[in-house]
C-alpha cells in the first residue's frame, strides 16, 4: 500500500495561490527529496501533509486514510503516522535527549507527563536503543538545549524511530548544518527508510546532496510539480535548470 499520496492538493494564502493540483507518492521504504528554489511552496507543501494548514482542495491519504476528511480523534489517529523532524518545530529543549524520544511514545501526552511519569524499563530501553542507532547513546542525559543542531536533529529522528510513525516529514531538516553533521542527519533520515521501511519526504535546499540520499527527486516551483525523477537522473543541469527564474518572468 503507499504510504503517502497526494492528488491535487490546492492551496492558496489571501487568494494568492502557492500550491496548484500537486501530486506526490510515497512508498514504504522510499526517500523522497522535495526541492526547488525559495517560496516554490515546500513548507506549505508540508504544512498541509500535517494538517498545520488545511489545504483549499485535494485528496491528501496516509496508508490509505484521507487526512483531509478526518475530525478530532480519527485525524488524532492518523496523524500519529507522521513523524516530523522540521527545521524548527522540534525538541522539548529543557528534556533530555531520551525524555524526548520518550515523548515520541506519547502522542499525544503533554510533554510535562514524561518528566512526571515513571516510564517502564521497557519503554526507556527502546528510548535508548533508538538513541543508539542516531549514534547519540553517550547523549542520553544531555538536555536537548545543550545539543548541537545535528545532535537534535538526530534525537527528532530517534523519537520517530521510537514512535509508530510511518511516514516522516522531513522540511530543510539539515538546513543549518556543516556538511559532515548534515550527512549524519541525512543517513540517520535514510536508514528510517533503508532499515524500517518509513516512507520518507523531506526537503533540501543543498541540491548536491539529493543523489546520494533520495531514491526520488520531486521539483517544486510556483506551487507546482515540475519535474519527479529517480534521484540519479537529478543532474547539475536539472537543478539549474529549477531554480533558474522560469521564462515568463525573465522575459517579462
Ligand atoms: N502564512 C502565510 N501567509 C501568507 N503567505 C504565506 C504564508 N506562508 C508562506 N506564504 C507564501 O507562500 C509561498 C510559499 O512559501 P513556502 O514557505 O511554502 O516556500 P518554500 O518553498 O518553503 O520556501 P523556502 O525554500 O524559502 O523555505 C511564498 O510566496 C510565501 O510568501
Ligand atoms: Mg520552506
Known amino acids: 500500500m503507499t504510504a503517502l499520496s497526494v492528488r491535487g492538493l490546492t492551496h492558496a494564502y489571501a487568494g494568492t495561490p502557492v500550491l496548484r493540483a500537486v501530486d506526490l507518492d510515497v512508498q514504504p521504504g522510499q526517500v523522497v527529496a522535495v526541492v526547488g528554489p525559495s517560496g516554490a511552496g515546500k513548507t506549505t507543501l508540508f504544512r498541509c501533509l500535517t494538517r498545520l494548514v488545511r489545504a483549499d482542495a485535494g485528496v491528501l491519504e496516509v496508508f490509505g486514510a484521507d487526512l483531509q476528511q478526518l475530525e478530532g480523534s480519527a485525524l488524532r489517529d492518523a496523524r500519529r503516522e507522521l513523524g516530523l523532524v522540521f527545521q524548527s518545530y ?43 542507532q ?3 547513546l553517550a547523549f542520553a542525559h544531555t538536555r536537548a538545549d545543550r545539543l548541537s543542531g545535528g545532535q537534535q536533529q538526530r ?39 533503508t532499515d524500517h521501511g518509513k516512507a520518507v519526504v523531506c526537503s533540501l535546499h543543498q541540491v548536491d546532496l539529493v543523489a546520494g540520499f533520495a531514491d526520488r527527486v520531486v521539483g517544486l516551483r510556483d506551487g507546482r510539480v515540475v519535474l519527479d525523477l529517480p534521484a540519479d537522473r537529478f543532474d547539475a543541469a536539472t537543478a539549474r535548470d529549477l531554480y533558474s527564474r522560469t521564462p515568463e518572468r525573465t522575459s517579462a
Open 155 to 193: 534525537v527528532a529522528i530517534a523519537r520517530v524511530l521510537a514512535s509508530r510513525a510511518r511516514v516522516v516529514l522531513a522540511d530543510e531538516p539539515v538546513a543549518s548544518l556543516d556538511p559532515a553533521s548534515a550527512s549524519a542527519v541525512l543517513a540517520a533520515l535514510r536508514s528510517l527508510a
Open 90 to 132: 522540534n525538541l522539548v529543549r529543557r528534556l533530555s535527549a531520551l525524555q524526548n524520544v520518550l515523548v515520541g511514545r506519547l502522542a499525544d501526552v503533554p510533554a510535562w507527563r514524561v518528566v512526571l511519569r515513571r516510564f517502564p524499563v521497557a519503554e526507556q530501553d527502546l528510548a535508548a536503543r533508538c538513541l543508539d
Open 134 to 136: 542516531v549514534g547519540l
